[in-house]
């Protein structure tokens, strides 16, 4: 693994070199499950082999992976003719496959941004798709306001379309913040325009009438 490493360049092979050794057996863990074409089948496959090493993900791991997978990908960018044929596969698969470790196990709003960005970069939308599915699932709901504002669109869009599905209470909860009392109100009149839901269309009525000025009510 070390002549591999070396291969892909001195950034590549100073962040490997700075990860621990249990970040490093879950990218060769991957790397050891056989390749697919596809990388939503590839993010499967690799799961069930990284589950089975859930305990050495941490926060920390997580950061690693990230850092990893930012110099892979700007390794594959930048490689050119500098690499041969089957260094530049070998790159691109350990690129992918540290993508789907991190899709896999994530919950960090920061890590799932640039793998969403790096999806939409490669108009990979399966991969953006199994992205959205995780959504609610790992991230709070402040996690989601905090997505939805995010300078990318397509993050944007996701996490927006995650809180308009999210229970109507669970808005109202949000409403308190003041951070995120706006990004809260937006996915309660998306509920009640687009959705049809007559209890956020109540809760936008009541907003209304509290702010109204004095003279208007």
Aim: aromatic share 4%; glycine share 2%.
């Amino acid at each position: 693994m070390r002549v591999i490493i070396e291969d892909f360049g001195a950034r590549v092979a100073s962040v490997w070199e700075g990860l621990r050794s249990e970040t490093r057996r879950l990218i060769v863990g991957a790397l050891q499950s056989p390749p697919t074409a596809n990388n939503t089948q590839a993010a499967s496959s690799s799961s069930a082999r990284s589950n089975s090493s859930a305990h050495s993900y941490d926060a920390r791991a997580d950061w690693e992976l990230s850092r990893l997978l930012a110099a892979l990908d700007e390794r594959v960018v930048e490689a050119g003719t500098s690499l041969n044929a089957e260094q530049a596969a070998s790159l691109q698969r350990m690129a992918e496959t540290t993508a789907s470790v991190l899709q896999n196990q994530t919950r960090s709003a920061e890590v799932f941004s640039q793998l969403v960005e790096r999806a939409h970069k490669q108009n990979d939308f399966p991969r953006i798709d199994a992205l959205a599915d995780t959504l609610t699932v790992r991230f709070a709901p402040s996690e989601l306001c905090e997505l939805a504002r995010s300078p990318h669109a397509v993050v944007r869009a996701l996490a927006s379309e995650a809180l308009a599905q999210s229970p109507t209470s669970v808005l109202l909860t949000l409403l308190t913040d003041p951070v995120d009392s706006g990004v809260a109100r937006d996915a309660l009149e998306c509920q009640a325009i687009e959705y049809g839901s007559e209890e956020a269309r109540h809760l936008i009525y009541a907003l209304e009438q509290v702010e109204a000025p004095e003279d208007d009510l």
